[in-house]
């Protein structure tokens, strides 16, 4: 092969080249339909008929390139001079030899190229055929064989170009050229049989029906009809169209050919195998010495390009469906290009028209400052792959300027080859109403309505926080706050006065607390400060430093208060406690260290009041009584004090659906113990875990005796916080199951919000655990704490107990009438059972029952009774109330 060798290698090939005299003429119809034909063929956007004219490369036919030459050194084919063998790319903006290439950069910006080079029978290269795209691909051998066909195809068109040149040269080489020109069209037609594409010969006969004098292999195999049918007749290859499509194609290729025009159709045939598949037909009519009109022409099949449109259509139509029945405004991202599409509703969202226009192309230019950090942090993660899909709540300026609470949620649908995003979708729906929500029920759950501060719930959140991350060497203090007297105050003016005052008091501590301390209102007139970080002295210990603090907050309540027009001193008993205290390397429970501070508070109360104390293990006679009430515990556990008693569960046909039990203790000195007495002390002593596990073996024995009655409905179990958190937990109630053989999906676990509150990840998982073997969770003494949509959302709760606190009021007291229908409503929303405890008389039975409450527990249907003769009545039968 000679490509631009020595200089006399390159004159040898420039004449060469010469004798086909095709540099610098017009476009011709054969070459053009084959560089048309490669672009069908092959798929792409560009193909070229090359010629290399040094310093130029020139083409003789171009489809999709406004360019007739260029420079060689600019030519993607004058890579293929040193080798001329074929050369492809398959993403030109990746490859170093063409990367800065002008034409991958600008213009038509390629990225696909394959190139076959032109050589004659001396050797020579005379240029090339070549198919380009814009869009990357990955060439297969298939298309390198059509490729090469087709540069067959062109040489044999250059061949009979050069064989006529030289006719017309010499009259008396005639003959030789008649047999040149033979063997060329036998190679032509030689070429067409076995291509991959159906190319054909049509002629139209006047009765309508016509012949194929020419089909090739491809053809044949295709249709299943041979070549001696074919050229009979094209009424087999008709009878084989789809019957909407047969005269259709009838009519166009008359009307075709009476103007001579080229014809295009896509049309279904049947195949041999009985498969209906589509085809694009295309074809050009000359006309004949004899005046007869001949189709050359071919048929590509497009089926899977048909199906893939129509998925397309189908997956638009339901999008489109699915955004306009939507709220959410969509919005396309082209990140390369950083322009932005927003749909109808995007633009209502933030009360923009359809003709508006937006406050810039960047929407993060309307999120809340304060938001944006974390906002772009999320949509880094879902770019680096860390989430799978973008999502971020965060508050976007509206229209009118006011700000909006907006959910965000985006993915990435196109990435490069590095995988770096290039398109991102996604939506925008408002959710200000469910963030003021929440944030109420929070604040309902959280403050204190009179003062705004803090309420104990909340207290014990952060105490508990707190005592979790506060490393050994740190120090800090709780100190408890009450006023003295100010029962007096409330009966001699009245509750309103007693609000004003308590009022005053709370800005006052405000005011003299440090900006680090958490101040809140426990109740009544008692407030509690969390200082989390006393400051590191030499001089002066912890404990020393919060009771200086206490100090200066006693002295400040002693200033004269606001009361109305009047103003009013009143003095306060302060008990502090520094912690954390690492007793034997533990960190003390939130409540606990609570209980210190409270105990040396009354400690300084009954001292003289108006005083600060600070907590010393023995000053306090409740931890004494904690203390002989623990011991007794343990030998109740031991003994048989202790026993279970049940309260049923009703419908509203006044049928056991389920029953809760109790424990109850008989001390042999003392009577009846309290359980608000002894659950407590067991909680913080750790008893609570043997207690729990003698509890869920008399549930076990009684779930089955009701099994062996025939009766189905479930029992329900209190399981506390600290029973629940045991490492071994899930694994003894699976051991327990097995051993016994206990109905798991009859048993109903009772926990509290607050368990919920303390580890989200642990606490699901867990549930999720148990939620395997069947057991259901409730939710005991519901809206209490904070009832978090979220946790409803995310957790597995099967039940949510209304407290009786909110039942006693009802039907009277607007209030609980409120709260009560919201805990309905909202159970119904998330599909869970509800239960309301303490119901004691027929008005509340029927308020209950009109809105929707499938589940009572009470005093009106039934009090807490012994177990065992409970299940023996269960066992005769006698179920309803």
């Not at 030109?92 to 290439?101: E, L, M, T, V």
Request: glycine share 8%; charged share 20%; with cysteine.
């Amino acid at each position: 092969m000679n490509g631009m060798g020595t200089p006399g290698q390159e004159q040898a090939r420039r004449l060469s080249l010469q004798r086909y005299q095709v540099l610098d003429t017009a476009a011709e119809a054969p070459f053009d339909e084959l560089t048309q034909l490669a672009t069908r063929l092959l798929g792409v956007s560009i193909a070229l008929v090359g010629f290399m004219d040094a310093p130029r490369w020139w083409f003789k036919s171009r489809v999709g390139f406004s360019l007739d030459q260029l420079p060689l050194e600019q030519s993607f084919c004058g890579h293929m001079l040193s080798t001329g063998q074929m050369l492809t790319v398959d993403d030109a903006s990746i490859d170093p030899r063409f990367a800065q290439h002008p034409l991958v950069l600008d213009g038509p910006q390629i990225r696909a190229y394959a190139g076959v080079p032109l050589i004659n029978d001396e050797g020579h290269l005379l240029g090339s055929l070549c198919a380009l795209d814009a869009s990357p691909r990955r060439w297969q051998e298939s298309d390198r064989v059509q490729l090469r066909l087709l540069a067959d195809l062109v040489m044999a068109r250059l061949e009979l170009r050069r064989h006529q040149i030289e006719l017309a040269a010499t009259k008396l080489r005639l003959d030789n050229k008649e047999r040149q020109w033979a063997a060329c069209e036998q190679q032509l037609n030689q070429l067409a049989r076995w291509m991959p594409t159906a190319i054909y010969q049509f002629r139209l006969s006047s009765p309508g029906v016509g012949s194929f004098p020419f089909a090739s292999q491809a053809f044949q195999d295709l249709f299943g009809l041979s070549p001696e049918a074919l050229n009979a007749s094209a009424a087999p290859f008709f009878e084989q169209l789809h019957a909407d499509d047969r005269e259709a194609m009838r009519q166009s290729v008359r009307a075709c050919e009476q103007s001579l025009s080229p014809w295009s159709m896509e049309f279904r045939s049947h195949l041999p195998d009985g498969r209906l598949e589509w085809f694009q037909g295309q074809s050009r009519p000359t006309m004949e010495p004899d005046g007869s009109v001949l189709w050359h022409g071919l048929f590509i099949r497009i089926s899977d390009r048909r199906r893939a449109e129509q998925e397309l259509r189908e997956a638009e139509a339901r999008w489109k469906f699915a955004l306009e029945g939507s709220a959410a405004g969509v919005w396309d991202w082209n990140i390369e290009s950083n322009e932005h599409y927003f749909s109808s509703q995007y633009r209502a969202l933030y009360g923009y028209g359809e003709t508006q226009e937006l406050p810039g192309a960047d929407p993060d230019a309307w999120v809340h400052p304060e938001d944006l950090p974390a906002h772009q942090e999320a949509r880094q993660q879902h770019f680096d792959g860390v989430a799978p899909l973008f999502r971020s709540e965060h508050r976007a300026r509206c229209h009118d300027g006011q700000w909006k609470w907006i959910l965000s949620r985006g993915l990435v649908v196109a990435r490069d080859a590095h995988g770096r995003p290039l398109r991102m979708i996604g939506t925008h729906t408002d959710i200000t109403e469910r963030k003021l929500t929440d944030e109420d029920n929070f604040r309902r759950a959280y403050y204190d309505p009179l003062t705004s501060l803090p309420n104990r719930a909340l207290m014990v959140a952060k105490l508990f926080e707190w005592l979790q991350t506060c490393p050994p060497e740190g120090s800090g203090a709780v100190i408890h706050v009450d006023l003295d007297g100010f029962k007096r105050l409330n009966h001699a003016r009245g509750h309103g006065q007693g609000d004003v005052l308590l009022r005053s008091v709370a800005r006052r501590l405000t005011e003299s607390v440090g900006p680090d301390a958490i101040l809140a209102r426990l109740g009544a007139d008692e407030f509690v400060v969390l200082l989390p970080q006393l400051p590191r002295s030499a001089e002066l210990a912890p404990w020393q430093q919060a009771q200086a603090v206490a100090e200066q907050l006693r002295v400040a309540l002693l200033q004269p208060l606001p009361l109305g027009d009047q103003s009013f001193s009143v003095t306060a008993s302060l008990g502090v406690t520094v912690c954390p205290q690492l007793d034997q390397g533990v960190y003390p429970d939130a409540e606990d260290v609570l209980r210190q501070a409270d105990a040396a508070m009354n400690h300084a109360k009954a001292t003289g009041a108006n005083r600060v104390a600070l907590f010393e293990p023995g000053m306090q006679t409740e931890i004494e009584k904690r203390f002989l009430i623990e011991e007794d515990l343990k030998h109740a556990l031991q003994g048989q004090q202790l026993s279970l008693h049940v309260q049923p569960q009703f419908s509203t046909g006044q049928v056991v659906i389920g029953a809760e039990l109790l424990i109850r203790w008989q001390h042999p000195v003392r009577g009846a113990v309290s359980p608000v007495e002894f659950i407590p002390v067991a909680e913080t002593s750790g008893l609570i875990v043997p207690l729990g596990e003698w509890v869920l073996e008399q549930a076990a024995q009684a779930l089955l005796q009701l099994q062996a009655a025939g009766l189905e409905f479930p029992l329900s179990v209190n399981v506390s916080p600290r029973q629940f958190r045991q490492p071994d937990f899930v694994e003894r109630v699976r051991a327990l199951l097995q051993r016994s053989g206990a109905p798991a999906h009859r048993l109903i676990f009772e926990i509290t919000e607050g368990l919920l509150l303390e580890r989200s990840d642990s606490v699901q998982s867990q549930m999720d655990e148990l939620i395997a073997l069947g057991i259901r969770f409730s939710i005991d003494d519901f809206g209490t704490g904070f009832s978090s949509l979220g946790y409803l959302k995310r957790l597995p709760i099967h039940e949510i107990k209304i407290d009786r606190s909110f039942i006693d009021g009802i039907p009277d007291d607007e209030g609980d009438i409120a709260i009560v229908r919201s805990v309905l409503l909202m159970a119904r929303q998330f599909r869970l059972q509800v239960i309301a405890e303490g119901v004691e008389n027929e008005r509340q039975v029927a308020f209950l029952f009109a809105h929707g409450c499938e589940g009572l527990q009470g005093y009106h249907f039934a009090r807490p009774t012994p177990l065992l003769p409970w299940l023996a009545s269960c066992t005769r039968g006698q179920t309803q109330a």
